[in-house]
């Protein structure tokens, strides 16, 4: 889905949520995961669509790695990115961003 989304370059694209790959290094973009294991190919697919993650802290509040995910098709198509604590008893932050869609009416 991730490279199909990415064909289409004239549009913005976001993917976030909790993919729970605790695996992966968003730092350097590779999973530890051997080759063909789930995170493998999320990175691989994340990676091959040149999406860009903007989550680079952690988001459980044991203070365990990000497995959240915000990436995007353009760089500067997020914004003013905060972290909020936790929302009743979830382990995760809440996350907060502007995402600029720039539309072109007809």
């Known amino acids: 889905m991730i490279s199909e989304l990415?064909?289409?370059r004239q549009s913005r694209i976001v993917v976030m949520g909790d993919f729970n790959y605790r695996d992966?290094?968003?730092?350097?973009?590779?999973?530890?995961?051997?080759?063909?294991?789930?995170?493998?190919n999320f990175v691989e697919?994340?990676?091959?669509?040149?999406l860009n993650q903007h989550v680079n802290f952690n988001t459980i509040r044991e203070k365990?790695?990000?497995?959240?995910?915000?990436?995007t098709n353009d760089e500067l198509s997020v914004d003013k990115l905060q972290?909020?604590?936790?929302?009743?008893k979830s382990d995760?932050?809440?996350?907060?961003?502007?995402?600029?869609?720039?539309c072109n009416p007809k």
């Open 24 to 40: 992966i290094k968003w730092e350097h973009y590779v999973s530890t995961s051997p080759e063909g294991h789930g995170s493998h």
């Open 64 to 71: 365990q790695i990000s497995i959240m995910l915000v990436s």
């Open 6 to 8: 990415s064909n289409e």
């Open 83 to 88: 972290h909020f604590p936790p929302l009743g």
């Open 45 to 50: 697919s994340v990676r091959d669509a040149f």
């Open 92 to 102: 995760h932050i809440m996350l907060a961003f502007i995402f600029d869609c720039k």
